[in-house]
């Protein structure tokens, strides 16, 4: 899909397209790339360190959770202008849930080097994107551990400043 425009996909993402202006989406868009998974390849494993998040172009994925057994279990199945891997890149949690592609995937990659450049230049987007991923959290919790407690901005803010 060489049609695809990062800056339009970052735009129609309401995590971003909340947060960042019209400039900082592109600085951002500027620093992701297209990347695409075939059928039965797993984009993310639950417990493992994220250093990137997906938008999701086209395709499908589906979503599992393992319970105390090591049983999956079916939570979500996400497709075209959905995301995976957020709370991960933004918090430096290790990754909630485990994601299989089930029909090939072309998805926008958004590393932790890309955000933390337009996060260097405004850092008051970390309050902006704590909110956000706040309310997602509450929406989310099936798919997402609880961090009960824990203020998300915080835990953003240390993870992108800690050397």
Same mark, same amino acid.
């Given at each position: ?18 947060? *960042? ?9 500027? =620093? ?6 075939? $059928? ?10 994220? &250093?990137?998040?997906?938008? #999701?172009?086209?395709? +499908? ?26 709370? &991960? *890149? *933004? +918090? ?19 590393? $932790? ?17 704590? !909110? #956000? *991923? !706040?309310?997602?959290? !509450? ?23 800690? =050397?």
């Amino acid at each position: 899909m060489d049609d695809v425009d990062p800056r339009d996909v970052i735009g129609a993402i309401p995590l971003f397209a909340d947060a *960042l202006d019209e400039a900082q989406r592109d600085s951002l868009a500027a =620093r992701c790339h297209i990347v695409t998974f075939r $059928k039965g390849a797993e984009m993310m494993t639950e417990g493992e360190f994220g &250093s990137s998040m997906f938008a #999701i172009v086209a395709g +499908t994925v589906a979503v599992t959770v393992a319970d105390r057994r090591g049983a999956e279990h079916d939570v979500a199945h996400l497709g075209e202008g959905e995301i995976v891997g957020e709370m &991960s *890149l *933004l +918090t430096g949690a290790r990754r909630s849930a485990t994601v299989v592609v089930s029909d090939e995937v072309v998805a926008l990659e958004i590393t $932790k080097v890309a955000l933390e450049q337009v996060l260097a230049r405004a850092p008051d987007l970390i309050d902006r994107f704590g !909110a #956000i *991923l !706040a309310r997602r959290q !509450a929406e989310l919790d099936r798919v997402a551990k609880a961090h009960s407690g824990e203020d998300l901005a915080h835990r953003i803010r240390h993870f992108f400043t800690r =050397r």
